[in-house]
Nanobody, 120 residues
């Protein structure tokens, strides 16, 4: 199986910054795209940013210019640098990895989520 563990969430004031990390581990034979989603109370889960295995990135319009996604393939880790945070960025942030386990087929694996709260 694949374990996906996020870290780095917390409470930050508007205008502040946070860096989320997400590490994938387990019987991984191939790791493909990795990304971040978020879900605010009463709202649907939405994509924030995505990065391919070759480093191509895509961002939701509401984070362009403020958030940066990156990855360390040697560590099977993806990061989300969040700057100029706004109250509307408050949500649980989830990491997803698209991977193949030994003897398996490509599947999506989700982390448990990390809370980000932007408030003064």
């Amino acid at each position: 199986q694949v374990q996906v563990v996020e870290s780095g969430g917390g409470l930050v004031q508007p205008g502040g910054s946070l860096r989320l990390s997400c590490a994938a581990s387990g019987s991984i034979s191939s790791l493909y795209g990795m990304g971040w989603y978020r879900q605010a109370p009463g709202k649907q889960r939405e994509v924030v940013a995505f990065i391919t295995s070759s480093g191509n990135t895509k961002y939701a319009d509401f984070v362009k210019g403020r958030f940066t996604i990156s990855r360390d393939n040697a560590k099977n880790t993806v990061y989300l640098q969040m700057n100029s945070l706004k109250s509307e960025d408050t949500a649980v942030y989830y990491c997803v990895t698209h991977a193949t386990i030994v003897g398996g087929h490509p599947s999506d694996y989700w982390g448990q989520g990390t809370q980000v709260t932007v408030s003064s």
